[in-house]
């Protein structure tokens, strides 16, 4: 099936995206699996800066007409479960 140029800038946004998000929920699992470690709050400020960093990208895209609102902020919504899960860790630890 062939694309438009259009629904391949649709796709190749939301898959730029989701590797962001990718990477994100790589930093969080990493996290997980050191809960025995202290809580270190450089590497809460680089989740935090990543976590704002991607709301700024779907932002974009969303303005740009690239990804539906409603995909960027599902992926935003699946992250910060995580992080609330990683949060939930820290504090039962």
Known sequence: ?????EQT?????????RADAE?????IKVQMDHLTLPSCP???EVL????F???REIDFAVKLGLIEREAGKNLMDT?????????E?????
Do not use: F, P
Not at 23 to 27: A, G, M, R, V
Not at 89 to 93: E, L, M, Q, S
């Open 1 to 5: 099936m062939e694309h438009t140029e």
């Open 9 to 17: 800038y649709h796709l190749k946004a939301l898959e730029l995206l």
């Open 23 to 27: 990477k994100i929920e790589q930093l």
């Open 42 to 44: 450089l590497y809460e």
């Open 48 to 51: 935090d800066t990543q976590m």
């Open 53 to 55: 960093g991607l709301s």
């Open 79 to 87: 992250l910060e479960k995580k992080l609330s899960i990683l949060h």
């Open 89 to 93: 860790a820290y504090t039962n630890k």
